[in-house]
């Protein structure tokens, strides 16, 4: 559970109140004694403090002063730690309810605050009997009356599209998901396997009023997924291939935007098994799937008018008696054959069926998402996703946009043709392992060979899962990508808003 967010028409209510303000002239009348605000000015300009913190005893009283940055990105995102770190100090105290009383009449920002909060809040205890640390914040209350205002004149119903939801309410339903999102990442194989990830999905369409279709494995065999199947060949579970789709009426994309996420449930590396400690936390590698699922679920929830499709190939990858061996060949969706060298490269044999059967949509364009390699990890770190594209230049300049505004940042590399030579197999088509050097990029053009449509690769292998707490980021799953693909759905809509006009 993570906390709800409202609005509130109460200027000031006894309780524990965090003030967001830029400078310390426009603190509030009424709430700091001359003592606290010759404090607060001590603390911010000599000391350089930018969370100040006020016992009242009965309640608390926090200031954030915001961060002096020319960056808006970088503003919202200090504005987002800063909401988790006061968090962390109203769970230990064991508060239920907050108020955030926005100084500066600045939505975003108090907005990006109350984010941080909310997520910061964020536990995965399902099986913990001791719940003694469970975090106890419920309710954040924002008084702000350019927020208000806001509320009270959102775009977008002068608009022959359907009406969508506020900004608050779009809030609570992106951090909603983005929970969704990391319990099923922090859901261990024993409790998620393809079969349980493809209910879930069922049950979310069904919650947010889209439909849903589940190709069982009988049906795969059907449509030649040989991918799928192959990877599936050492498990005991069978293969899942989960297709959720949101197409409301007067929505701004002729031609649908389709999420293909990598659902491997569990990733033992096949029979080029993983070293033990590289084994312990690839309940992750579902994450892509996950976050597709999620995305597809806040958007069709908020009401966006925007068509999107999610397809989530999922299995779990294990060393069984039939399992893949190095050297054998597959043949895939699309026809092409590929030489198997190694089984622990396993995500792109199943994207690439996925993205194969895209074609069927005719689609506007495709982004895939996937822990796909250790080599995106060591390029780039957890702090940002790899990112590539074919025929989706300017896709992929609006994605990086959307992402630098959730502070899901993306790092463009080439696909070049050089890199496309390097998976060229002997004996098949193509061949699923590139040399050490940039196989975050020829992973890539593996899965380039399986399109024919505008396309963009997202490897997400850093910032997926973390091991240790990162601020609002938490412990474990971190739900990346499902931000990043909402806003870039409001992207499209304000760019049909345009167009309709």
């Given at each position: 559970?993570?906390?709800?967010?409202?609005?509130?028409?109460?200027?000031q209510?006894l309780?524990?109140?965090?003030?967001?303000?830029?400078?310390?002239?426009?603190?509030?009348?009424?709430?700091?004694?001359?003592?606290?605000?010759?404090?607060?000015?001590?603390?911010?300009?000599?000391?350089?403090?930018?969370?100040?913190?006020?016992?009242?005893?009965?309640?608390?009283?926090?200031?954030?002063?915001?961060?002096?940055?020319?960056?808006?990105?970088?503003?919202?995102?200090?504005?987002?730690?800063?909401?988790?770190?006061?968090?962390?100090?109203?769970?230990?105290?064991?508060?239920?309810?907050?108020?955030?009383?926005?100084?500066?009449?600045?939505?975003?920002?108090?907005?990006?605050?109350?984010?941080?909060?909310?997520?910061?809040?964020?536990?995965?205890?399902?099986?913990?009997?001791?719940?003694?640390?469970?975090?106890?914040l419920?309710?954040?209350?924002?008084?702000?009356?350019?927020?208000?205002?806001?509320?009270?004149?959102?775009?977008?119903?002068?608009l022959?599209?359907?009406?969508?939801?506020?900004?608050?309410?779009?809030?609570?339903?992106?951090?909603e998901?983005?929970?969704?999102?990391?319990?099923?990442?922090?859901?261990?194989?024993s409790?998620?396997?393809?079969?349980?990830?493809?209910?879930?999905?069922?049950?979310?369409?069904?919650?947010?009023?889209?439909?849903?279709?589940?190709?069982?494995?009988?049906?795969?065999?059907?449509?030649?997924?040989?991918?799928?199947?192959?990877?599936?060949?050492g498990?005991?579970?069978?293969?899942?291939?989960?297709?959720?789709?949101?197409?409301?009426a007067?929505?701004?994309?002729?031609?649908?935007?389709?999420?293909?996420?990598?659902?491997?449930?569990?990733?033992?590396?096949?029979?080029?098994?993983?070293?033990?400690?590289?084994m312990?936390?690839?309940?992750d590698?579902?994450?892509?799937a996950?976050?597709?699922?999620?995305?597809?679920?806040?958007?069709?929830?908020?009401?966006?008018?925007?068509?999107?499709?999610?397809?989530?190939?999922?299995?779990?990858?294990?060393?069984?008696?039939?399992?893949?061996?190095?050297?054998?060949?597959?043949?895939?969706?699309?026809?092409?054959?590929?030489?198997?060298?190694?089984?622990?490269?396993?995500?792109?044999?199943?994207?690439?069926d996925?993205?194969?059967?895209a074609?069927?949509?005719?689609?506007?364009?495709?982004?895939?998402?996937?822990?796909?390699?250790?080599?995106?990890?060591?390029?780039?770190?957890?702090?940002?996703a790899?990112?590539?594209?074919?025929?989706?230049?300017?896709?992929?300049?609006?994605?990086k946009?959307?992402?630098?505004?959730?502070?899901?940042?993306?790092?463009?590399?080439?696909?070049?043709d050089?890199?496309?030579?390097?998976?060229?197999?002997?004996?098949?088509?193509?061949?699923?392992?590139?040399?050490?050097?940039?196989?975050?990029?020829t992973?890539?053009?593996?899965?380039?060979?399986?399109?024919?449509?505008?396309?963009?690769?997202?490897?997400?292998?850093?910032?997926a899962?973390?091991?240790?707490h990162?601020?609002?980021?938490?412990?474990?799953?971190?739900?990346?990508?499902?931000?990043?693909l909402?806003?870039?759905?409001?992207?499209?809509l304000?760019?049909?808003?345009?167009?309709?006009?």
């Amino acid at each position: 559970m993570i906390p709800s967010i409202t609005l509130t028409n109460k200027e000031q209510e006894l309780g524990h109140l965090v003030v967001v303000v830029s400078k310390f002239p426009k603190l509030p009348a009424g709430i700091f004694n001359a003592a606290e605000k010759t404090y607060l000015k001590e603390q911010v300009e000599t000391l350089k403090q930018e969370v100040i913190s006020f016992n009242r005893y009965g309640y608390w009283v926090h200031v954030y002063f915001i961060r002096e940055e020319k960056n808006l990105s970088k503003r919202l995102e200090a504005a987002r730690k800063a909401g988790d770190r006061i968090a962390g100090l109203l769970n230990a105290q064991k508060t239920k309810r907050v108020a955030i009383f926005d100084a500066d009449g600045s939505e975003d920002l108090v907005l990006a605050f109350a984010e941080g909060m909310a997520l910061g809040s964020y536990q995965f205890l399902k099986y913990k009997q001791d719940k003694e640390k469970e975090n106890t914040l419920q309710e954040i209350e924002i008084y702000s009356k350019a927020l208000e205002e806001s509320e009270n004149d959102f775009p977008g119903h002068d608009l022959p599209v359907t009406p969508h939801a506020s900004r608050v309410t779009q809030l609570n339903i992106l951090l909603e998901s983005v929970a969704l999102c990391r319990d099923l990442i922090n859901e261990p194989n024993s409790h998620l396997t393809a079969t349980v990830f493809a209910r879930e999905v069922e049950r979310m369409a069904k919650e947010c009023g889209a439909t849903v279709e589940v190709l069982n494995k009988q049906k795969l065999a059907v449509l030649k997924m040989g991918g799928l199947l192959g990877v599936n060949q050492g498990s005991l579970e069978p293969p899942t291939f989960s297709v959720i789709e949101w197409k409301p009426a007067g929505a701004v994309n002729r031609k649908p935007v389709v999420f293909v996420g990598k659902g491997v449930v569990y990733d033992s590396g096949g029979m080029n098994l993983k070293p033990g400690d590289s084994m312990m936390n690839m309940k992750d590698d579902m994450s892509g799937a996950a976050a597709v699922a999620a995305a597809v679920y806040a958007i069709a929830k908020a009401k966006l008018p925007v068509h999107v499709v999610g397809l989530m190939p999922a299995t779990d990858n294990r060393p069984g008696e039939k399992a893949l061996v190095s050297g054998d060949i597959i043949t895939m969706h699309n026809g092409m054959t590929v030489e198997v060298l190694n089984t622990d490269a396993e995500g792109r044999l199943i994207l690439a069926d996925a993205l194969s059967y895209a074609k069927k949509y005719d689609p506007a364009l495709v982004i895939d998402l996937a822990t796909l390699t250790g080599a995106a990890v060591r390029a780039i770190g957890k702090f940002g996703a790899v990112a590539m594209q074919s025929d989706a230049a300017a896709e992929l300049e609006s994605l990086k946009n959307a992402g630098a505004g959730v502070y899901e940042r993306l790092v463009e590399f080439p696909m070049w043709d050089e890199y496309g030579e390097q998976i060229k197999s002997d004996i098949a088509d193509l061949k699923n392992l590139g040399p050490a050097e940039a196989g975050m990029i020829t992973a890539g053009m593996f899965l380039g060979k399986f399109t024919a449509y505008p396309y963009i690769h997202l490897d997400i292998a850093g910032p997926a899962f973390v091991e240790k707490h990162d601020s609002y980021r938490g412990q474990g799953g971190t739900g990346f990508g499902v931000r990043l693909l909402f806003e870039y759905a409001r992207t499209l809509l304000e760019e049909g808003k345009r167009v309709n006009r």
